[in-house]
């Protein structure tokens, strides 16, 4: 990590395969998509891609951001984030899982050090890149897909730092909706299959903080869309349009008084199997 220098080219080739901003596709009437809700929701899944599909771009005309994909791009990240487990000896995915299982917030947060430790390296400065490259990218009328947990709340601070350049844009949220229980298996799951194929090992919540972050981007979705479609940022995040993908992970549910129910009743249902794990939320 020492020798990599973070730049527009180094994320560029990152999120869209590309060295130059000037190589992806400038629209006339460009789209700006969140893809919002809790890890291991399903922000990535076909079902989501499908969605942007319909929109009538073809995929390969996105800056997909995703500070996720900068952070495990660097091969100390990828050393760092290994050790943990290396020290334990873990081999097997019953092993690793029992150890995730029991994870508490203090454990996680030794998990989570790697990571942290990396995406807020000053002399990286990644956000300071991703947020220039951003900038730059509305300024160019460029398609771009923005992939967010809510772990800090709702993404209002898009609509108050690049409500300019977004009056461009079509603004667009998909909100892929999952159990929690299910959330927090492949929450597990993805971190424990990279691991034993090599890779990096990015985990950082405990079950507890997984439940609460999961109520949290519940209902900031609730929280945000509502102040959004009251003009509160403005008549950009007023003209937004929400995509709710069901359980099932196909279909949408495009009718607010449709999923807004369904999402009040997946925190009611979170807090529920918190409860039935003996965790006081």
Same mark, same amino acid.
Request: aromatic content about 12%; glycine content about 8%.
């Given at each position: 990590?020492?020798?990599? #220098?973070?730049?527009?080219?180094?994320?560029?080739?990152?999120?869209?395969?590309?060295?130059?901003?000037?190589?992806?596709?400038?629209?006339?009437?460009?789209?700006?998509?969140?893809?919002?809700?809790?890890?291991?929701?399903?922000?990535?899944?076909?079902?989501?891609?499908?969605?942007?599909?319909?929109?009538?771009?073809?995929?390969?005309?996105?800056?997909? #951001?995703?500070?996720?994909? !900068? !952070?495990?791009?660097?091969?100390?990240?990828?050393?760092?984030?290994?050790?943990?487990?290396?020290?334990?000896?873990?081999?097997?995915?019953?092993?690793?899982?029992?150890?995730?299982?029991?994870?508490?917030?203090?454990?996680?947060?030794?998990?989570?050090?790697?990571?942290?430790?990396?995406?807020?390296?000053?002399?990286?400065?990644?956000?300071?890149?991703?947020?220039?490259?951003?900038?730059?990218? #509305?300024?160019?009328?460029?398609?771009?897909?923005?992939?967010?947990?809510?772990?800090?709340?709702?993404?209002? @601070?898009?609509?108050?730092?690049?409500?300019?350049?977004?009056?461009?844009?079509?603004?667009?949220?998909?909100?892929?909706? !999952?159990?929690?229980?299910?959330? @927090?298996?492949?929450?597990? &799951?993805?971190?424990?299959?990279?691991?034993?194929?090599?890779?990096?090992?990015?985990?950082?919540?405990?079950?507890?903080?997984?439940?609460?972050?999961?109520?949290?981007?519940?209902?900031?979705?609730?929280?945000?869309?509502?102040?959004?479609?009251?003009?509160?940022?403005?008549?950009?995040?007023?003209?937004? &349009?929400?995509?709710?993908?069901? &359980?099932?992970?196909?279909?949408?549910?495009?009718?607010?008084?449709?999923?807004?129910?369904? !999402?009040?009743?997946?925190?009611?249902?979170?807090?529920? @199997?918190?409860?039935?794990?003996?965790?006081?939320?």
């Amino acid at each position: 990590m020492n020798n990599t #220098i973070i730049n527009q080219k180094y994320l560029l080739r990152i999120f869209s395969k590309v060295n130059k901003l000037n190589n992806v596709p400038t629209q006339e009437r460009p789209v700006f998509i969140i893809k919002y809700g809790p890890p291991a929701s399903g922000k990535g899944s076909r079902g989501v891609k499908s969605v942007i599909e319909s929109f009538g771009h073809p995929l390969n005309s996105y800056i997909d #951001i995703n500070v996720d994909d !900068v !952070v495990e791009s660097l091969n100390t990240f990828k050393k760092d984030s290994r050790k943990i487990l290396n020290a334990k000896g873990l081999t097997t995915a019953e092993q690793i899982n029992q150890i995730l299982n029991k994870a508490t917030n203090k454990n996680a947060e030794n998990f989570s050090k790697p990571y942290f430790t990396t995406r807020f390296n000053k002399r990286l400065a990644i956000p300071n890149q991703m947020d220039l490259l951003m900038k730059n990218a #509305i300024i160019a009328r460029k398609n771009i897909s923005f992939e967010t947990t809510g772990g800090t709340g709702f993404p209002s @601070w898009i609509f108050d730092v690049f409500k300019e350049g977004l009056k461009n844009y079509d603004i667009k949220f998909i909100f892929p909706l !999952v159990d929690c229980s299910e959330g @927090w298996s492949r929450y597990k &799951r993805r971190p424990t299959n990279s691991y034993l194929r090599g890779g990096v090992f990015r985990f950082g919540s405990s079950k507890k903080q997984y439940i609460q972050q999961y109520i949290k981007s519940y209902n900031e979705f609730l929280n945000g869309e509502i102040a959004m479609r009251s003009g509160k940022y403005g008549g950009v995040g007023k003209n937004a &349009r929400y995509f709710v993908i069901p &359980r099932t992970g196909t279909g949408l549910i495009s009718n607010s008084s449709k999923y807004r129910p369904v !999402v009040r009743m997946l925190i009611g249902e979170a807090k529920s @199997w918190g409860k039935s794990q003996g965790i006081q939320l």
